[in-house]
């Protein structure tokens, strides 16, 4: 790589940038990661304003071009390494291939928007990632597969402890989850920094349409995320069931996740099969902008949230919320009209017909909702992400 592709002129003087070098194969492939959301937010205001660093994306494969023009700039370097492949090259890629591309381009800091690092490697800072680590501490009933086995999860613990002792800081994207990570897997607090996510609120204001399932329905309130158990599903679909009929036929419930056999079995049981509306495809960032924007309310009652980034895309769109008391949900909507016990169906289905049914209520927290918006600005959410990365 040339040296002065790490130089920029200051006074007439030449000045080596800081290096900060990021696993890209979250980022540049494809679904972008939730995980990658804050990588993805300081890139996207950086091809804007180009931050006083140099940045190296490293990944083993060619990027999708949408992706690689969406982050194009002077100061950020894509690097293919080695080739795609199953677990064992992958590990040989994060243990070999990346340290010694570190050290070639004299990478300063080094981040993954997940918990896994390389070895240490002498003069390089590693940052990680670990947006909550719920999968210890809820019950197992809470989740599928694999996050529901012990033996799993006593495995995942022990690595992430190991890895986490690598680190020389590791990011969380809320107060709640920084509490959490010290509780259940020792990670010191004042190694642990604390980055909100942010979202491009200027991008919700453009004249955005429905997605094409919705095209001929009336009103309707919104669940955005996967489908696992925590997310109570279950609840939001009782809690609906419990709405006024004259609501509920004017108004819709659409889950933007995967139903499961139980979940149809649910609303069939109560009459529901007319007003409750799944959409299971992968939506592109119009649509996505578009299905929150024509929602009336925004509904997320899980029993855990390490963030809860539906909630601020509801806060961009100009939507009322309806949100889960527990967790990183309780830390971004602190207000009781507009948070419910997740395990309480009737505090659920009272404040949610209130928000549809009560326009003066529905006024003041939408009123509410635009004095959040300044702090989950993308711009200052990225801001937050460069300098937690770059300031030691």
């Not at 529901?148 to 020389?168: C, E, F, G, H, V």
Request: aromatic share 10%; hydrophobic share 40%; glycine share 6%.
């Amino acid at each position: 790589m040339r040296e002065n592709l790490w130089l920029t002129e200051r006074s007439g003087e030449l000045v080596k940038l800081m290096i900060i070098g990021i696993d890209g194969r979250f980022l540049l492939h494809g679904w972008l990661h939730p995980h990658s959301q804050l990588v993805d937010v300081l890139l996207r205001e950086n091809a804007r304003s180009p931050y006083p660093a140099k940045i190296v994306l490293y990944t083993n494969r060619p990027p999708e071009v949408h992706w690689a023009a969406k982050y194009e700039a002077d100061n950020v370097v894509i690097r293919v390494l080695g080739k795609k492949g199953g677990r064992w090259r992958r590990l040989w890629w994060l243990w070999r291939t990346l340290p010694q591309a570190l050290r070639t381009d004299g990478v300063e800091v080094f981040y993954s928007s997940f918990y896994f690092l390389p070895p240490r490697i002498h003069g390089i800072r590693l940052v990680n990632s670990i947006h909550d680590c719920c999968v210890f501490y809820i019950p197992p009933a809470l989740n599928r597969g694999l996050l529901a086995s012990p033996i799993y999860l006593r495995i995942l613990k022990l690595a992430m402890r190991w890895t986490n002792r690598r680190s020389d800081r590791t990011v969380t994207v809320s107060n709640f989850s920084k509490r959490m990570l010290a509780l259940h897997l020792n990670r010191s607090e004042s190694r642990t920094a604390v980055c909100y996510h942010g979202v491009d609120n200027a991008a919700f204001r453009a004249d955005l349409a429905r997605p094409g399932e919705l095209k001929d329905c009336g009103e309707y309130s919104l669940f955005v995320g996967s489908n696992l158990p925590k997310k109570n599903i279950t609840g939001l679909v009782q809690a609906y069931a419990q709405l006024p009929a004259e609501v509920r036929k004017k108004h819709l419930l659409v889950l933007k996740t995967s139903p499961y056999p139980e979940d149809h079995e649910l609303i069939a049981r109560l009459g529901l099969q007319s007003q409750v509306v799944f959409i299971d495809r992968r939506l592109d960032e119009a649509e996505m902008r578009g299905l929150f924007k024509h929602a009336q309310v925004l509904l997320l009652m899980s029993y855990d949230e390490g963030f809860g980034l539906p909630i601020i895309e509801a806060f961009a769109a100009g939507v009322s919320v309806l949100v889960s008391k527990r967790a990183a949900c309780g830390e971004l909507v602190p207000v009781d009209d507009y948070s419910a016990e997740p395990s309480d169906i009737s505090e659920i289905a009272r404040k949610w017909e209130r928000l549809v049914c009560d326009e003066e209520h529905r006024r003041r927290s939408l009123e509410w909702v635009a004095s959040r918006l300044p702090e989950f600005e993308q711009s200052v959410a990225a801001g937050r992400f460069f300098e937690t990365l770059s300031s030691w």
